[in-house]
């Protein structure tokens, strides 16, 4: 009924406005969180992110336990199993922008204070 409710052009508009999220929250934490593919151009529909740069004993486990603190859902963690210590962010087309940045602020935050060791997130 989803895809019936909107239509071919309807359903082209929400796959556009999903792949649109996953590109803004990539491009909006470089810098802040590694994106191992990045480089290779727009993702589609999810953002992948890894571990790289955590101290010694910090881990994807630590930012979702973090993000679960701040009020989020935390994002897949461990997959895609060739990504060592992976997050996937797969945000909807229905997510605004508002709700983005929010996001976007939260795992930032999580992730500096992972980054310098923050005992509180363990």
């Not at 999903?18 to 491009?27: E, G, H, I």
């Not at 955590?54 to 994002?75: N, Q, R």
């Not at 997959?79 to 930032?108: R, Y």
Request: charged content about 20%.
């Amino acid at each position: 009924s989803y895809i019936m409710s909107h239509g071919a052009d309807g359903l082209r508009q929400v796959a556009e406005d999903a792949v649109l999220n996953a590109n803004y929250v990539l491009r909006s934490l470089e810098g802040t969180l590694d994106a191992p593919f990045a480089a290779s151009g727009p993702c589609m529909h999810e953002a992948l992110f890894s571990d790289e740069g955590f101290p010694d004993g910090f881990s994807t486990l630590d930012v979702a336990k973090g993000l679960i603190d701040e009020g989020f859902h935390p994002m897949t963690v461990y997959f895609p199993l060739v990504v060592h210590g992976a997050m996937l962010i797969e945000p909807t087309e229905t997510e605004s922008k508002a709700a983005l940045d929010q996001f976007i602020g939260a795992l930032a935050s999580v992730a500096r204070r992972a980054k310098q060791g923050d005992p509180s997130l363990k």
